[in-house]
């Protein structure tokens, strides 16, 4: 998944940090003001509040399935994992929901609203990567043993090894860009509420 959002100010906020050193400007206000506008406006249109709450639900629809007909078939030890995932999936429901109530109550603070929202993004997006680094490899194994050995007599191994190396390969595809999109939106934001912090105590 490709964010909306793909722009490096680091230039336009190191600039404005030797402007601020040296004298207080409106100008350096107003551009700080407006970039955090935009970047509020950007993690808006950003397709995550859709995308991610997809790709956990489905996760673990697929991983119960999966679950439910190795219990069906008598390997118990799988109702662990069924366990499990329903008790992350709460989990992570119960910290976005926390996130969202946050969100509402900083309406009216731009810099707490403005890092509030970034929360909420990386909630979403850590909840679906380690979801996906926890039970994709587990509903690749389980999906192995049922099309190509229905007896359960190969090794574990066998499977386990496959099974991490596609999860390894699709982590790649799916969450490197917005791991990286991440990191740049949290330096950049920690920046700008720097520089308002630093404006306002020359004042």
Same mark, same amino acid.
């Given at each position: 998944?490709?964010?909306?959002?793909?722009?490096?100010?680091?230039?336009?906020i190191q600039d404005l940090i030797a402007?601020?050193?040296?004298?207080?400007?409106?100008?350096?206000?107003?551009?700080?003001?407006?970039?955090? $506008?935009?970047? /509020?406006?950007?993690?808006? @249109?950003?397709?995550? *509040?859709?995308?991610?709450?997809?790709?956990?639900?489905? %996760? =673990?629809?697929?991983?119960?399935?999966?679950?439910?007909?190795?219990?069906?078939?008598?390997?118990?030890?799988?109702?662990?994992?069924?366990?499990?995932?329903?008790?992350?999936?709460?989990?992570?429901?119960?910290?976005? $929901?926390?996130? /969202?109530?946050?969100?509402? @109550?900083?309406?009216? *603070?731009?810099?707490?609203?403005?890092?509030?929202?970034? %929360? =909420?993004?990386d909630t979403r997006f850590t909840a679906?990567?380690?979801?996906?680094?926890?039970?994709?490899?587990?509903?690749?194994?389980?999906?192995?043993?049922?099309?190509?050995?229905?007896?359960?007599?190969?090794?574990?191994?066998?499977?386990?090894?496959?099974?991490?190396?596609?999860?390894?390969?699709?982590?790649?595809?799916?969450?490197?860009?917005?791991?990286?999109?991440?990191?740049?939106?949290?330096?950049?934001?920690?920046?700008?509420?720097?520089i308002s912090k630093q404006i306002e105590?020359?004042?």
């Amino acid at each position: 998944m490709k964010p909306v959002y793909r722009e490096d100010a680091t230039k336009g906020i190191q600039d404005l940090i030797a402007d601020s050193e040296h004298q207080h400007t409106s100008h350096s206000e107003q551009w700080i003001e407006e970039r955090k $506008k935009q970047l /509020i406006l950007k993690m808006k @249109e950003d397709t995550d *509040n859709k995308e991610y709450p997809i790709m956990l639900n489905g %996760l =673990i629809i697929v991983l119960a399935v999966m679950s439910l007909i190795h219990i069906i078939n008598g390997i118990f030890l799988f109702a662990i994992v069924l366990v499990a995932g329903i008790a992350y999936y709460i989990y992570t429901t119960k910290k976005l $929901k926390k996130a /969202i109530f946050q969100l509402q @109550e900083h309406q009216n *603070n731009i810099d707490q609203y403005m890092y509030d929202g970034y %929360l =909420i993004k990386d909630t979403r997006f850590t909840a679906v990567k380690f979801a996906f680094l926890l039970f994709f490899p587990i509903i690749c194994y389980m999906g192995f043993r049922l099309i190509e050995d229905s007896s359960y007599t190969l090794p574990i191994w066998q499977y386990a090894i496959t099974a991490v190396t596609i999860s390894s390969i699709a982590w790649f595809m799916f969450f490197s860009d917005d791991q990286a999109y991440l990191e740049q939106l949290d330096s950049e934001i920690k920046g700008l509420m720097a520089i308002s912090k630093q404006i306002e105590s020359n004042l």
